[in-house]
């Protein structure tokens, strides 16, 4: 059961997602310390493994760095629910092996706090809180296949070895 952080905001840039002061690293376990420190100082507090991030439109955009994947990820979170995302945050966490969720009606049907129930394959979130199913479109099996094996360096190493 996936506990929702929500944002109700469009435009959360990878600068909000991590601040540019911590790129010296790329440890995610000390990346997680910082993740949207300045969106909400007391996130790392209240997320616990597993839980998500709903947001609105945009989310991820500005630079193009993988830090911003990797603070999440780190942090336990196992996906970003969102309105829209920026093309290269999506892709590079795909890329990092990390599930994303394009969902226009997101903020409106998720309350933050709310329990869900996420079933990536079939495309459905139960939200138990507030007792309703929401649909959405699954990942292609191509997509799939890189998050499955941890990213795409995973994915393709997998593959020149089978």
Not at 86 to 92: G, K, M
Request: charge should be negative; include cysteine; aromatic fraction near 8%.
């Amino acid at each position: 059961m996936a506990k929702a952080h929500v944002y109700n905001r469009d435009h959360i840039n990878t600068d909000e997602i991590i601040p540019a002061r911590y790129l010296n690293t790329d440890d995610r376990a000390e990346l997680a310390k910082h993740c949207l420190e300045d969106l909400d100082p007391d996130f790392v507090n209240k997320v616990q493994p597993g839980d998500c991030i709903v947001a609105g439109e945009d989310f991820g955009c500005g630079s193009s760095r993988e830090h911003a994947v990797w603070a999440i990820r780190g942090a336990g979170v196992v996906t970003v629910i969102a309105k829209s995302f920026a093309r290269i945050f999506y892709r590079n966490a795909i890329n990092n092996g990390f599930y994303l969720i394009e969902l226009p009606e997101a903020p409106e049907k998720i309350s933050d706090g709310d329990e869900l129930e996420i079933d990536y394959k079939n495309g459905l979130i139960k939200n138990e809180t507030a007792g309703i199913d929401i649909e959405f479109n699954p990942l292609p099996d191509f997509a799939l296949e890189i998050i499955n094996a941890g990213g795409l360096l995973e994915h393709i190493t997998k593959r020149t070895t089978d």
